[in-house]
């Protein structure tokens, strides 16, 4: 093993030193019981110098700590011994694979990376983005640029992103009409990158007064942002530390929810219904509680027999049944993917905008999500039942 993780570890240094460098992450534990669940390490440029910093992703917080290179990459050999079984490396040009067995059997693919958008550039800042990196202080403060108000190379597929995001929510809102409110929650905010987005799109490129809340579980994120958002001058725009089902969100015109695990997604399709919300904007993320039923009684067990397929299958079938709900209940609805990129996985994106309103579900649609279940051999759907509850 030692002899590919130090070319591993090479690898990742020569990176460094050439620029090249995007971001790592170490995953797949070795001890199942421990709360740290995965560590990603990026670079960046502090007052007191080159540092890697070292994100250390827990069930309920993430912990960010910076260490000297040197020091940085006796800690990530060390993590790859003693604590987990695989690293991937992204490069600008490669991504690197380190994968080891619980034999301590180590194997190092490399790849030419299929994706140009991580390619660090100097010319981000002169293309036409509808959000601007030009004295953006959120976006300094999030560490997506640095001093100089200039894009991180290692942040440049989130500047992007986030303009992806909202260039789709300008799209969306268009055909809209708020009337004279405009009061938007983002279920699940994390770090705030796409709140503050959105927000800074509809005060400055709209020219509207928005009342945005972020709701996050975790309440050193929440300080964060809240101190960022003051620092920014964003007065309409807050964030509370609390559980998606526990939201109190009425009045609600826009709710999004991105990347909230699992049925934390029905929880926030749920509560957009609802309250009438006139739009609903959700990036779904894992879909254990339809995989785990699964288990079709004809000639698609052929499929789910597989794991890999299984979840793959279970992903479009739990994301089918969320549209077709929504549109029972008078949303017109679109499934499509969000960004191409190899670090957002997870990147399909449901937007539905009010069509209708009605007193009760479409039968008829009611009838073939039923239908749906009956193939797949599914007992139920989360969202499902929050209606009955």
């Known amino acids: ?7 591993f570890v090479q690898l990742l240094s020569e990176n460094i030193k050439s620029n090249t460098f995007l971001k790592l992450v170490i995953s797949n534990k070795r001890n199942k019981a421990s709360d740290l669940k995965t560590v990603t390490v990026k670079y960046v440029t502090i007052n007191a110098g080159e540092r890697l910093s070292f994100v250390y992703r827990y069930p309920t917080k993430d912990v960010t700590k910076n260490y000297e290179l040197a020091e940085g990459l006796d800690l990530i050999s060390k993590f790859l011994i003693e ?18 067995n619980k034999k301590n059997v180590a194997n190092l693919k490399v790849k030419k990376s299929v994706s140009k958008a991580e390619i660090p550039t100097s010319h981000d800042k002169q293309k036409n983005r509808i959000i601007s990196a030009e004295n953006n202080i959120y976006l300094r403060e999030l560490g997506v640029l640095n001093g100089d108000f200039a894009v991180r190379p290692s942040m440049n597929h989130k500047f ?7 260039e789709i929510i300008d799209g969306v809102v268009k055909s809209v009409d708020f009337g004279n409110s405009l009061n938007i929650v983002d279920m699940g905010s994390g770090r705030g990158y796409l709140t503050f987005a959105l927000y800074d799109y509809f005060v400055n490129k709209l020219g509207l007064n928005p009342k945005i809340i972020g709701i996050e579980l975790r309440k050193q994120l929440v300080d964060t942002c809240n101190s960022i958002a003051k620092k920014s001058l964003f007065n309409g725009l807050s964030f509370i530390a609390q559980r998606i089902e526990d939201a109190d969100i009425t009045n609600t015109d826009m709710l999004i929810a991105l990347h909230a695990c699992d049925t934390a997604t029905d929880d926030a399709i749920y509560n957009g219904i609802k309250c009438g919300a006139k739009v609903i904007i959700c990036a779904p993320c894992c879909h254990k509680q339809i995989r785990k039923q699964m288990a079709p009684n004809n000639i698609l067990n052929q499929i789910t027999k597989h794991g890999i397929l299984l979840e793959r299958q279970a992903e479009m079938v739990t994301d089918a049944i969320r549209a077709r709900i929504l549109e029972a209940y008078g949303y017109k609805t679109k499934v499509f993917q969000f960004i191409e990129t190899e670090h957002t996985p997870k990147n399909v994106l449901i937007v539905a905008v009010k069509a209708k309103y009605m007193d009760a579900p479409d039968e008829e649609i009611l009838k073939s999500i039923q239908e749906l279940k009956s193939i797949f051999g599914i007992e139920y759907h989360y969202l499902e039942k929050l209606f009955v509850k």
């Open 83 to 100: 604590a987990f079984f695989q690293a991937d490396l992204f490069t600008s040009t490669d991504v690197c694979h380190l994968l080891i």
């Open 160 to 166: 992007r992103q986030i303009n992806k995001y909202v």
């Open 1 to 7: 093993m030692h002899d590919k993780l130090q070319q």
